[in-house]
């Protein structure tokens, strides 16, 4: 059975901190992705990641694929209050029907 | 943009009841998901299907159907509605390979009294 751990489940942070939440599996993955969701609202899609090594950046998140394409990691600089919510990490490939391996997600809360 | 919607956001039922969750796409994508996600449980699956007509059983089907009778559409059955599927239920959908980025609704929070 393929997993995804994500850490740390919870993150509680001042503004303008820096942070780094990670996702690990023993299982290679063909992508990753990463979602973030607000509360009462569906999980949207911030970023995918195809290739081992690769580097995303969105603003201040920047996101890394392992280059066994078996991790990844998520790295917000300067959080701010918007950054709030539920972070997600989901690999896919495992099958040709499109499903996805979840992580159990990562709450983060920046305060003011 | 890719549009998913769901029929309902906030949603009371009895115990007992019958209880359609609807989900419609507009991409055109061939493979739609329905999950719950409970504090502290994450996102599970409870059935996927990957053409019209054609369905799987995720990790959660029990008390659960599904349809798909057009490719847009997908529909999460609850054939008798119990207090322990009061739940935050999501659709999602995608194109697959080859970056299987899913694509999700805004969520129908169930709860059954």
């Known amino acids: 059975t393929q997993l995804l751990e994500q850490s740390p489940q919870f993150l509680s942070i001042q503004e303008g901190e820096n942070l780094t939440v990670y996702c690990n599996s023993s299982?290679?993955?063909?992508?990753l992705q990463w979602y973030r969701q607000e509360p009462g609202e569906g999980p949207v899609l911030l970023v995918t990641v195809v290739t081992g090594g690769e580097v995303k950046k969105l603003k201040r998140l920047t996101f890394q694929f392992g280059d066994a394409r078996k991790d990844s990691s998520l790295h917000i600089t300067a959080a701010q209050p918007g950054d709030t919510g539920l972070y997600l990490c989901a690999g896919g490939g495992s099958s040709n029907t499109g499903k996805l391996i979840f992580g159990q997600g990562t709450t983060l809360q920046v305060k003011p | 943009d890719v549009k998913v919607t769901q029929s309902s956001r906030y949603l009371v039922k009895r115990t007992g009841e019958k209880v359609f969750l609807e989900c419609v796409q507009d991409m055109d994508h061939e493979n739609m998901f329905w999950y719950r996600q409970d504090p502290g449980l994450g996102l599970r699956l409870i059935y996927f299907s990957y053409d019209v007509k054609m369905k799987e059983k995720g990790d959660i089907p029990e008390g659960y159907s599904v349809s798909r009778e057009k490719k847009e559409r997908f529909s999460l059955i609850l054939e008798s509605a119990s207090t322990n599927q009061t739940s935050m239920y999501l659709c999602?959908?995608?194109?697959?390979?080859?970056?299987?980025?899913?694509?999700f609704g805004p969520g129908t929070r169930l709860t059954v009294t």
């Open positions: 999602a959908s995608t194109l697959g390979s080859p970056s299987y980025e899913q694509y």
């Open positions: 299982s290679v993955f063909s992508s």
